[in-house]
């Protein structure tokens, strides 16, 4: 799939959109539990306006992606952006991944590098709210306790629980 980042170089003295488009909104509501994913992206160089129009595309690629059950989280904190949303299934979320690619690699041809991409995944029972603070204590528990069924990896999932109530 090709990338949706336009083809041409970024630069901080590019302006950067005043708004972030808000999320769209979720579909009818899945049974069961969904999967929650937390997503910062960081620019190792700094180029904050290349890391938002990676953003972007990420995004318009997700709203289109039959596996994304919307998006609930956004925040921007220079030349990081993390992302939290709910997935069908973690193979939905990895065959994003894997056409977000042509968008990674637009990017490193317009920043010379590719951007950090830390992701924490986990089951949530499909009526509850997913927070930022929740996506934030699975990251640290990632972090310290690595992967399990509190918070795990695309490299190392964990299957979907047959009970839709997961702590």
Do not use: K, N
């Amino acid at each position: 799939m090709p990338s949706l980042i336009p083809r041409q170089r970024t630069s901080a003295r590019h302006a950067v959109p005043a708004a972030v488009p808000a999320p769209w909104s979720a579909p009818a509501p899945v049974p069961g539990a969904v999967l929650a994913e937390a997503r910062t992206l960081t620019a190792p160089d700094g180029d904050h306006c290349a890391l938002f129009t990676l953003v972007l595309a990420m995004r318009r690629r997700a709203e289109d992606h039959s596996g994304h059950l919307g998006e609930v989280h956004f925040s921007e904190e220079g030349d990081r952006v993390r992302i939290v949303s709910r997935w069908r299934s973690a193979e939905e979320l990895r065959a994003f991944v894997e056409q977000a690619h042509a968008d990674l690699l637009d990017y490193r041809a317009a920043s010379g590098a590719f951007p950090s991409v830390e992701r924490v995944l986990w089951w949530s029972p499909a009526d509850t709210e997913v927070t930022a603070a929740e996506a934030d204590r699975r990251a640290e528990h990632l972090r310290a306790h690595g992967p399990g069924p509190h918070a795990f990896t695309l490299a190392a999932p964990v299957p979907r629980p047959a009970d839709p109530r997961v702590p």
